[in-house]
Each structure stands twice: as C-alpha cells, then as structure tokens.
C-alpha cells in the first residue's frame, strides 16, 4: 500500500531563515505528488505539485518542491521564511492519473518574528 | 482556483442523533468528489470517495451504513453520520474533482461535535 511519511513534525524557525520538509513516499510507479498548506482557521490550499517533468517545481509564495525519483522523495524547500508562512504543511500522493490522494501526517511549522 | 464549500461549519448535536453535512463545488462540476476526517493534530484520512450519480466507495474500516454519502449532482454531495456518538466528533473535510482535472479542490471543512 501506499504512504507518505513526513519526518518532521514540528518546526520552530525565525525570520528570514531557510526551510527545508521532507517528504517520502513508497510507491514503485508512476506518482502525482502535492504539497498543501493549511494556515490557522482555514482550508487547506495547494501550493505546487509535480505531474512530470522538470523535477524542481516552483510554487506559490516563495516555495518549491524537488523529486528526486531514485529517493521516493519530495521536499519542501523556501529560501527565507516569514511569520505568515506560520502554517501546517501536507504532502499527499497518488498513483498517477485520477486515484485518490494518500497525505502525510503534516508538519506543523512556526516562524518566529 | 476552484471554490468548495461546506455548510454547517460547525455542528453540535446529541448522541444518537443524525447530522448531515453537504459539500457543494461553486464554479465547477465535480465529478468526483471525497470525504475525509481529520483528527486534531492529525493528517486527512480518507473516507469516501464518490462519484456523481454512483454509489460511494469506502475505505477499509469506514462504516458505509453509518457515513452515508450521497452525491446526486454535479455540484453537490452530502454526508450523513447516523447515530452519531461522541467518538464521531472530528473535522470532516470534503474535496471535489473535475472530470479532467488530477487536482481535488478542498472545502473549508466541518467540526462536528457529539455530546
């Protein structure tokens, strides 16, 4: 069966420093993956997915993802974190094509000012 | 992007009694659409996922006589918990997807809590 593991659960950063996810996946074939976002009292918003392609894939507000197939991996990368970045981050996957969507467990990020 | 919404967002009954929460995509059909329940601090767990005109399909370990789910337009879907009890209370979030479309479209979700 398919998962996703996020190995960070809770991440604590100032201002201005640089952020880095991680995300892993077990899946042997082709795969859709998907970071999302969920800020405080909200729902939750894409910020990129990679279907194909250019492996590194650039996002909203500042953030990119990279897929590096030979690691089953998806990290969330931005260069410099601001305090609204304070949020819960999702990575979900699926098996390509229209399947449903299997999410980590998040990655509760706060950004001190 | 494409708008869901979800109404009630925020429920509060009795146990034993039934509540229904409906999910509705604004500027698209939604041919598929998916139910999921997120525990707090917790990740989405999928629940359902149903079709528009077909019988949902449930993940392993959801009771399809208690989620009832129905989706009988394009732009609406309707989840039932029946005899809810206060191991129901959660956050019941709903997506949609287009029939081309690989990306779900979120709605805000719904708290529901069972006393």
């Known amino acids: 069966a398919q998962s996703v593991s996020q190995h960070n659960h809770h991440v604590i950063l100032s201002e201005a420093a640089s952020l880095e996810l991680g995300c892993n996946y077990s899946?042997?074939?082709?795969?859709?993956l998907f970071w999302y976002v969920q800020y405080p009292g909200q729902h939750l918003q894409l910020l990129l997915k990679?279907?194909?392609?250019?492996?590194l894939v650039k996002g909203i507000k500042g953030f990119e993802a990279e897929f590096i197939k030979s690691k089953f991996s998806f990290n969330l990368r931005k260069p410099s974190v601001q305090w609204s970045d304070t949020a819960e981050y999702f990575c979900?996957?699926?098996?390509?094509?229209?399947?449903?969507?299997?999410f980590g467990a998040g990655t509760r990020l706060a950004v001190h000012p | 992007g494409a708008v869901v919404s979800q109404h009630p967002s925020w429920v509060i009954c009795k146990s034993g009694t039934s509540v229904k929460i409906e999910c509705r995509s604004l500027?698209?059909?939604?041919?598929?659409m998916f139910w999921y329940r997120q525990f707090p601090k917790q990740s989405l767990m999928l629940m359902a996922t149903?079709?528009?005109?077909?019988?949902?399909?449930?993940e392993q370990g959801v009771e399809k006589d208690k989620f009832l789910i129905n989706h009988a337009s394009l732009t609406l879907s309707t989840l039932t918990v029946t005899s809810a009890h206060p191991e129901d209370s959660s956050f019941y979030i709903c997506?949609?997807?287009?029939?081309?479309?690989?990306?779900?479209?979120f709605g805000p979700g719904t708290r529901l809590t069972v006393t």
């Open positions: 990679y279907f194909s392609g250019d492996p």
């Open positions: 149903s079709n528009e005109g077909s019988k949902a399909t449930y």
């Open positions: 979900a996957v699926n098996s390509g094509g229209y399947n449903k969507l299997i």
């Open positions: 500027d698209f059909q939604a041919t598929t």
């Open positions: 899946y042997g074939g082709t795969v859709n």
């Open positions: 997506s949609g997807r287009g029939r081309t479309d690989y990306e779900q479209y």
